[in-house]
């Protein structure tokens, strides 16, 4: 009986195998129609790989054009004709405003007033104290007044005048008592002192008044060239600096010339009231040298008299 039911059992076997093949593809159908919503999510989400080219030497498809830019506003460009090339002194004169070109005029003439006097009180200055020594050299060796205008007669300088002024009082106070006689004279000496101080410093107070002001003339034509160099930025659109700084620099160059006038002035200025202080002093001297001598021919009289009354 166990024989024949072997038999009987592997006889079966053939035809049972094609049934479980049968149901394992079934099965794997029925596990990949599952899988299939998964695998296209992933593959929504993921970038997929470009697979590589199967011959390398094959040509590539044209890559896409880029997108045009979006066109941004350029700043306008400058031409370089209407720019000043020559930066020298004398080209931003010529390419300054109306304004600053007045402004540097007026401050060079000024420059121009401030040598010239500086000249002119410097060589009268000179010559002046010269006289006015060798006048005092003679007053100091002369005995008498009258002696001393004798040597004098012949100029004209402050000198001869204070010594003229002295004689001409003592003439005309010939029949005066003496007691008021020197200080008749002193105010003489002192009118003809004060007018020769004012005569030897005019012209000085110009110098003064370029040294103050000269300065903020310049400053003037510096902001005035400021403005008009911001103008022209407004009016070129552009904030370029070849536009703003050839304005620039003709506004500066008045300040320079503002400075080279001024102090200059101030300068002469000082040297020239210290030599008219000078001046001053020596005529103050020459009046003491004129009294003395009055002094002594006063003197001189009163003792003539002294002994004629003996």
Same mark, same amino acid.
């Given at each position: ?26 099965? *794997? ?48 460009? =400058? ?12 080209? $931003?004169?010529? @390419?300054?405003? $109306?304004?600053?070109?007045? /402004?540097? =005029? ?46 004098? @007669? ?8 204070? /010594? ?11 029949? $005066? ?27 000085? *107070? ?14 003037? *034509? ?10 022209? =930025?407004? !009016?070129? @659109? ?31 200025? !000082? ?6 202080? @000078? ?10 040298? /004129? ?20």
């Amino acid at each position: 009986m166990q024989t024949a039911t072997v038999q009987n059992s592997s006889r079966a076997d053939p035809r049972r195998r094609p049934r479980k093949a049968i149901a394992l593809i079934l099965a *794997g159908l029925l596990i990949g129609s599952a899988l299939a919503p998964v695998a296209m999510a992933q593959t929504a989400t993921t970038p997929a790989e470009q697979p590589a080219p199967a011959n390398p030497g094959a040509a590539s498809p044209p890559a896409a054009a880029p997108l045009p830019a979006a066109p941004q506003a350029a700043e306008p460009t =400058i031409g370089g004709a209407l720019l000043p090339r020559d930066l020298s002194p004398l080209g $931003m004169f010529l @390419h300054a405003d $109306m304004v600053v070109k007045a /402004v540097l =005029i007026g401050l060079a003439f000024a420059s121009f007033v401030t040598w010239t006097v500086f000249v002119a009180k410097s060589v009268e200055l000179r010559n002046a104290r010269s006289k006015v020594r060798r006048a005092l050299r003679i007053l100091a060796g002369a005995a008498t007044l009258g002696q001393a205008a004798e040597q004098l @007669h012949k100029r004209t300088d402050a000198a001869a005048q204070l /010594v003229g002024a002295a004689v001409t009082e003592i003439r005309l106070s010939a029949n $005066m008592p003496a007691d008021g006689l020197k200080e008749r004279i002193v105010l003489q000496l002192e009118r003809i002192e004060v007018a020769y101080s004012r005569k030897i410093s005019l012209g000085t *107070g110009v110098l003064a008044t370029i040294g103050s002001t000269a300065p903020f003339v310049g400053l003037f *034509g510096t902001v005035w060239g400021i403005m008009d160099s911001f103008i022209g =930025i407004s !009016n070129a @659109h552009t904030t370029n600096l070849a536009v703003v700084a050839p304005g620039i620099a003709e506004a500066l160059l008045a300040t320079a010339f503002g400075l080279i006038a001024a102090i200059p002035a101030v300068v002469i200025y !000082n040297a020239l009231a210290r030599a008219t202080a @000078h001046y001053r002093i020596l005529l103050g001297d020459v009046s003491a040298q /004129v009294m003395r001598l009055v002094s002594r021919d006063l003197d001189r009289v009163k003792l003539k008299l002294g002994l004629a009354a003996e």
